[in-house]
């Protein structure tokens, strides 16, 4: 039985709070009230100050992803750890979150909601009311508080109306909450108020920030004359910003202003919300409010500002993956206007989607280069000195990428190297000290690719001197320590990174696979069941874990992770040749062949697959069918010894020596080989043939490999 509920109201209806519970905390989600995180800001303003007071090590330890939700807690708990992201201004910020940013910041923030709870001695009871009429962002994250929530430390109520939810949380809902109707009053028609109750009715639509259900507010409202509502949303914009909220202008605030008198006013602030909105990774609302500030505006009347709040929805649709829409808009914007800022700004953009966004079907790198020397060549004429260098530079970096996609890393690292050049000899040393970063960190890939791995890790340490609380360059040093053998350096980094940044299930991936490098599989598996339990639908963790867990003898633990995974990927074939194995470990030979056959199905060319179903059928004496599978396996993996032994095995267990001979040969010539089983098995064949002498060198050859003595070999071997 879950402890979650789910309240759905009736259309027509208002709510009755005479029958609520008690909650902990209990938010209104409408987006039009604060924007992202509307809900979850109201929770964390709620609870926040009695845990800074009790356990103020963990409110610094989630810090970023509270104030990313609650910015007005700032005052209360410090600014949190700044990057150089952080800290850029607008005008020279050139690095953009991840469309998942959003998933992290939710994982950290269920994870001070269970310390909290701990802390307290007892569940938190959390509601959440018109849920459907929340941003993307509340709603994301309610979709994975439902499914993480500690059942003895979070109990989540969450109330929706009739509007759409998000496909995550209608699936979260069903799973995790009871499903019921909510206590409900019938809404009142208001046909026979009097004027004064009109106006009444009017103002508390007004101050409902235009949220109001009610029908007779909302009637009242659109009774009033053009003027006085304009006059009623301009006094409320100004109330609510006296109260100084910085979240809501980006709700409430903007609502009243786009329906108010000052449309210049309007303008302004619906570019500083995209800005913000942009800088935080919040691209769902970006759209909405990018969209609804460029419906305001006349682009003759004010181009620039127009074109800029048009990129912001175009780098929303880039990053969300919608290129194709974002190229529509982008064409669009170069046709209106000819300043060259919007076309140096949207040819680069272009670019990017070509080699970047754009799925590899529909990537095109020489017209992504033919975009940005279409730049550089404006850059290059910009009147300002600054200007002209800072985009010469950025754009070049562009152009770097783009040579590394198209297998030139040598011009790559000369186009980043002059311009970090460039830009530290002509512009003052305290501007531009992100891309000044980006720059060395890019640098360091390139020299990655190329192999100088000493000068890549001096760049990396570099960015981390001037960076440390950028999480993805400890990410990266790891990668790249332990390419360089330096294993316990890059568990180091995995663990820094992770002790500071919010949830990032792709550092315990990587550590999981370290760890089991090092010999820690206690750790990897900790690791892996982390990961799942950030993101269930990771399925080379799901099947890393499964396969682990195998290995430690963990039958059951491991067949669960493999119906897990076939529950959140039906019929994927590497899941059900996992769950093959297990039915053949445990004796049931007929169901570890119908998984084999499904796999195979699935996906005919899985070695895995195809390997050990060679092996059953052998068992039954199907050496025709064995010999077929392990030959497609080598068509795939032609240097692979362990199927090379495999096939020759089958064609010695069917008498055909000279073939197995052949098989046992060839492996021997690849790396990984096992030589001593090889030869033993070819000295057979040699024996079998009639070459006495070759099958005492083998023999001989054999006691002189490094296998231990007496050693046994296996029949089939599983690559």
């Keep these: 039985m879950t402890s979650h509920t789910w309240r759905v109201q009736p259309e027509g209806t208002a709510h009755d709070d005479r029958y609520d519970d008690r909650y902990d905390a209990r938010a209104d989600c409408h987006r039009r009230l604060r924007g992202p995180y509307t809900g979850l800001g109201t929770l964390l303003r709620a609870l926040v100050p009695d845990a800074h007071r009790a356990r103020p090590e963990l409110v610094a330890h989630h810090a970023v992803e509270i104030l990313s939700a609650a910015p007005e807690l700032k005052d209360l708990i410090g600014a949190g750890p700044q990057t150089l992201t952080s800290l850029a201004v607008p005008n020279e910020r050139t690095r953009l979150y991840p469309a998942k940013r959003t998933r992290r910041l939710a994982h950290g923030i269920i994870e001070f909601l269970h310390g909290h709870a701990r802390g307290r001695g007892h569940a938190l009871a959390l509601r959440f009311d018109r849920v459907d009429e929340a941003d993307h962002t509340d709603q994301e994250f309610l979709s994975i508080l439902l499914r993480r929530a500690l059942p003895d430390l979070v109990t989540v109520t969450v109330h929706t109306g009739g509007a759409d939810l998000i496909p995550e949380l209608t699936t979260a809902l069903a799973a995790h909450a009871t499903h019921t109707l909510a206590h409900t009053l019938a809404r009142q028609p208001g046909e026979h108020e009097d004027l004064t109750d009109r106006h009444k009715s009017a103002l508390a639509y007004v101050e409902s920030d235009g949220t109001s259900h009610d029908p007779a507010e909302q009637a009242a409202y659109r009774r009033l004359d053009a003027a006085e509502r304009a006059r009623l949303h301009d006094r409320r914009a100004a109330e609510l910003r006296r109260g100084g909220d910085w979240s809501l202008c980006l709700g409430a605030i903007l609502y009243h202003l786009e329906h108010g008198s000052d449309r210049e006013a309007a303008a302004d602030a619906f570019l500083e919300a995209a800005e913000y909105l942009v800088s935080m990774g919040f691209y769902h609302a970006l759209l909405d409010v990018a969209g609804r500030g460029t419906a305001l505006m006349d682009p003759a009347e004010d181009p620039r500002k127009y074109w800029m709040l048009g990129t912001k929805v175009t780098t929303a649709l880039s990053i969300l993956g919608r290129p194709e829409e974002a190229e529509r808009r982008y064409i669009e914007l170069r046709a209106m206007f000819d300043q060259p800022m919007l076309h140096i700004f949207s040819g680069y953009a272009l670019a990017m989607l070509y080699t970047r966004y754009y799925p590899a079907e529909h990537k095109d790198h020489q017209l992504a280069k033919a975009h940005l020397n279409n ?212 004796g049931a030979d007929q169901e570890a062949l119908r998984d084999f056959d499904l796999a195979l199905t699935a996906e005919p060319d899985l070695v895995s697959a195809l390997a050990n179903r060679a092996a059953l059928v052998l068992e039954t004496g ?85 296998s231990p003595p007496n050693e046994v070999a296996d029949p089939v071997r599983v690559p």
């Design 375 to 586: 730049v550089l060549a404006m850059a290059s004429l910009l009147p300002d000195h600054d200007q002209r260098v800072f985009q010469s530079v950025f754009n070049r970096n562009g152009l770097a990428l783009v040579e590394l996609q198209l297998g030139n890393p040598a011009e790559a690292l000369r186009l980043v190297s002059t311009g970090l050049a460039d830009i530290d000899r002509e512009l003052p040393a305290e501007k531009h000290r992100l891309h000044r970063s980006v720059l060395v960190h890019n640098r360091g890939r390139v020299y990655t690719v190329l192999g100088r791995l000493e000068e890549a890790l001096a760049d990396i340490d570099t960015v981390i001197e001037l960076d440390p609380n950028y999480p993805d360059y400890y990410f990266d040093r790891a990668d790249l320590r332990r390419r360089m053998g330096d294993l316990p350096g890059a568990l180091a980094d995995y663990s820094e990174s992770i002790t500071f940044a919010a949830p990032f299930w792709e550092m315990h991936y990587n550590r999981a696979d370290l760890r089991l490098e090092l010999g820690d599989l206690a750790g990897a598996i900790a690791d892996l069941s982390y990961v799942l339990d950030l993101e269930p639908d990771e399925l080379d963790a799901r099947i890393n874990l499964a396969s682990l867990l195998r290995e430690q003898g963990d039958a059951a633990g491991s067949l669960t992770q493999v119906e897990e995974g076939l529950r959140h990927h039906p019929g994927d074939a590497r899941l059900l040749c996992a769950r093959g194995l297990l039915a053949l470990d445990a």
């Design 622 to 706: 199907d050496h025709r069918t064995a010999v077929a599978d392990l030959t497609r396996a080598l068509t795939i993996e032609a240097d692979n010894p362990d199927l090379l032994y495999n096939r020759g095995y089958v064609h010695q267990s069917a008498g055909d020596w000279e073939s197995a001979r052949r098989d046992y040969t060839a492996a021997l010539l690849l790396p990984g080989a096992d030589r001593a089983d090889l030869l033993r098995q070819r000295a057979e064949c040699h024996l079998a043939l009639g070459d006495p002498t070759a099958h005492q060198a083998d023999l001989a050859a054999a006691e002189s490999a490094a």
